[in-house]
């Protein structure tokens, strides 16, 4: 029987292979919108029929990892006494670090007799157990199954808390100077400004209440478990931080009409990156987008060509997110006001800059552990989210949109 950590990876794998299968079913969709022609109709069902068996797998693997941790719930340890216990050390990193969170959390060791610091930008006040690559590898693979907004924006690997990156904006060129006369001086060229994006690592910290039942789990439970756990609080903490850039755009046009969006599609941002451009809005705005059509009748949103392909509008892709990650706008009181509709290259508009130290801290005696018989976790994220082109993306919002009018007379030509 596989242990739930390999169960674990296998559904992590799965999850993987459906989202690079529905990555490139994806620009299909787009292809197919701008050219019928680009795949024929046994290239589609081939791409569903991949689709379909790889969300199979996933599924599958995700009810015998659920399975697996019911058994090992169920599971009782057999008693140890008059038994000659044999300590070894753990095998890998993985383990190693289960077996100091477990040493923690129950109180055997000091967290500072196993590390100095999990932070090497000198704040010795956050020592903590710094997650290991392969543990970080898995969450990093886990968080890409829920609503995440990372891989829409530019992501860069830093090692140093502070730093700075030169950027060329899009300018609008003028042409070479006309010299008519044989002796005139040459003058300088309109260069690009470039410009400085200063980056600071920021530390993101929260408290979660862990279950004292979890430490007597193995390894491979707590493991799963921590993964799922830093994951999700990740995803919520760096959507978070990108929303903020996003809604800082200097553009905010307000849609009120069918034509608005195409003019925000066709001039809102430079025509270098419109080909590179998407459009994003939460499951309500889809919701209202869906049912608004044009002057012929039919609706703004293009079907899908397939299931689980892409919905589209003039070509570019309409990405959901969830109402709970991208929320629509409310007064003082509570009260709708507005949908978000973005529309932009958001890789060239924003990058994330990450610190890559992330780390926990587990305690049976603070933040009211002890009063309460509970541990407390503590994960510390370090990243820093900065705007690298405020001209690439525009932040729209709408409330309702009006089907656009016809353009002909009842009885005419055009109307038969």
């Not at 000091?110 to 903590?128: C, H, M």
């Not at 001086?185 to 994006?197: E, F, H, M, Q, S």
């Not at 493991?223 to 755009?249: C, P």
């Not at 507005?338 to 933040?367: E, W």
Request: charged letters at 20%; proline letters at 5%.
């Amino acid at each position: 029987m596989h242990n739930i950590n390999d169960l674990n990876a296998a559904w992590i794998q799965s999850g993987q292979n459906y989202t690079d299968l529905q990555n490139k079913s994806q620009k299909m969709a787009v292809a197919l919108a701008a050219d019928p022609s680009t795949y024929t109709k046994d290239q589609v069902q081939k791409m569903q029929d991949e689709l379909d068996a790889a969300k199979t797998a996933r599924d599958f693997a995700k009810s015998q990892l659920d399975d697996a941790k019911a058994q090992a719930a169920a599971s009782k340890p057999e008693p140890i006494a008059n038994k000659q216990v044999t300590v070894t050390k753990p095998a890998t990193a993985a383990e190693d670090f289960v077996h100091n969170f477990v040493d923690v959390a129950t109180g055997k060791v000091n967290i500072r007799d196993l590390v100095t610091s999990g932070n090497t930008d000198g704040d010795t006040s956050n020592a903590g157990l710094t997650i290991p690559p392969d543990i970080q590898t898995n969450i990093n693979q886990l968080k890409r199954q829920y609503a995440s907004l990372e891989p829409y924006v530019s992501i860069e690997n830093v090692t140093t808390p502070t730093g700075t990156r030169v950027y060329e904006p899009f300018e609008t060129l003028t042409p070479l100077a006309n010299l008519d006369d044989e002796n005139a001086a040459i003058p300088d060229n309109d260069d690009p400004k470039l410009y400085n994006i200063k980056y600071t690592i920021h530390r993101y910290a929260g408290i979660s209440t862990m279950p004292n039942t979890l430490l007597q789990d193995s390894a491979e439970n707590i493991q799963a478990w921590i993964e799922q756990f830093v994951g999700r609080k990740d995803v919520v903490t760096r959507n978070g931080a990108i929303l903020g850039v996003m809604n800082d755009a200097p553009k905010k046009p307000t849609i009120a009409k069918f034509d608005d969006i195409l003019d925000m599609i066709y001039t809102a941002v430079d025509p270098a990156i419109v080909s590179t451009s998407v459009l994003m809005t939460n499951v309500s705005g889809f919701a209202t987008l869906a049912k608004v059509k044009d002057a012929m009748g039919d609706y703004l949103i293009q079907a899908n060509v397939v299931p689980d392909m892409p919905y589209s509008i003039r070509g570019h892709q309409v990405i959901v997110i969830s109402d709970r990650w991208l929320p629509d706008a409310v007064d003082s009181k509570g009260a709708f006001v507005s949908h978000p509709l973005y529309y932009g290259d958001l890789a060239q508009a924003a990058k994330l800059f990450d610190r890559q130290q992330m780390s926990l801290v587990v305690t049976n005696i603070g933040a009211g552990a002890f009063e309460h018989d509970q541990t407390k976790l503590r994960v510390i994220d370090r990243f820093d989210v900065e705007a690298t082109d405020k001209d690439a993306f525009v932040a729209g919002s709408f409330a309702a949109v009006a089907d656009q009018q016809a353009n002909f007379a009842a009885g005419s030509p055009a109307s038969k």
